[in-house]
């Protein structure tokens, strides 16, 4: 399968089949496509844990959300959960993994040289700059990056997936075992999709034109038509939503899952949640 049709068929998939196990070769294929992402400096600081639900302990089980704002039924029904977080110890390593780098022949001509440079001005410069480069967010954008590779993976395996941000994390925290200097960025729920694949058709998007500029802000980068058919034909480019049958298959998923005909019915267990998170930072400050 081409890449661009895996970018076409990327869509997020809620309903996924909960008596389904997914295979662990397939879980691995997402994790080592995120391990070869690139990273600033080689710091590397994006990991996860992997919640299986056939496996995991009842702990951690219980200590998954509630909900999110839309469809949280699907951390109680994927087989497999992947909590993606970020470690803030490697970047404080930042340091030795540059100087992997020189060793590796992608920094440098003369060994000696790219080293000594390392030591004297760039690793003192990062440092000196480190609170500043975690509050511009290039860390959580190379995670981003490590996250779409193994979801295009996912994809290209048969898997749906659906990236969901973690509401009051702390107990989910304590459940992992996650140290301090690591912060939760988003998990992803992934198993077999139980709806078609196309989930109901392309959801809507902001014309091209009005999010891409050529040279300067707000002087359109031209799109040619010749491209989008090529993209159209390659199947990257699909039906806009809704298809003709969607509303017959989310009937039919809801009486399946059992769900309200709402999405978000999981606010009020979300609120309780955050708010009982709030209380214990209170009690502990």
Known sequence: MELKEVIGRRRSIRFLRPYRPVEREKIQKMLEAARLASFWGNVQALDAVVVERATAPQDV????????AIGGFQFRMAPVIIIWFINWNRVREQGSRLHELVEAGALGVSREKSHQ???EVLIPFFDSAMEGIKDRGITETDCGQGIAQATLVAYEEGLG???????????????????????????????????DPLAGGQRPKLPFEQKFSLNRVGEPFPRDPAVV?????????????PMPYRQEELRFLQTQYGLSEVFG???????????AEAEEDKRSG
């Not at 058919?229 to 939503?241: I, N, S």
């Not at 019915?265 to 708010?275: H, M, R």
């Open 265 to 275: 019915d999981e606010i009020p267990g979300l609120i309780q949640a955050t708010v």
């Open 229 to 241: 058919d090529e993209l159209t034909r390659a199947g990257m480019l699909c039906e806009t939503a």
């Open 117 to 119: 440079y390392l030591d």
């Open 61 to 68: 089980l219980d200590a998954l959300p509630v909900g999110t």
């Open 161 to 195: 997936t659906c990236v969901l941000a973690a509401f009051a994390g702390k107990k989910l925290r304590r459940a992992l075992r996650m140290p301090d200097d690591c912060e939760i960025l988003l998990l992803q729920t992934v198993g077999y999709p139980a709806e």
